[in-house]
Nanobody, 117 residues
């Protein structure tokens, strides 16, 4: 059974940092990509970043390039999203998801990120 557990959200001031974690089980990182998505109130869910461990592929949305870094620790079956220089517009519920080629098939629960101005 595929399970994804996101954590690390919280309240931070603009310019601050947070690190999100996505603990995964039930599949191999060689088989699936892990992505981070977010949904702000009143907005559609959007893709933020994705990593494919098998070929070291990474993807970032333009809005987070240069500020967010995705990484994976295969030994711990965990993917991280380091978020620096946070902005109020980064406020959202963040979800991790797993699937082939960064297309989500399985979702974890969300973790709230709130950035105050």
């Amino acid at each position: 059974e595929v399970q994804l557990q996101a954590s690390g959200g919280g309240l931070v001031q603009a310019g601050g940092s947070l690190r999100l974690s996505c603990a995964a089980s039930g599949f191999s990182f060689d088989d699936y990509s892990i992505g981070w998505f977010r949904q702000a109130p009143g907005k559609e869910r959007e893709g933020v970043s994705c990593i494919t461990s098998s070929d070291n592929f990474t993807y970032y949305a333009d809005s987070v390039k240069g500020r967010f870094t995705i990484s994976s620790d295969n030994a711990k079956n965990t993917v991280y999203l380091q978020m620096n220089s946070l902005k109020p517009e980064d406020t959202a519920v963040y979800y991790c998801a797993a699937g082939p080629d960064c297309s989500p098939s399985y979702w974890g629960q969300g973790t709230q990120v709130t950035v105050s101005s």
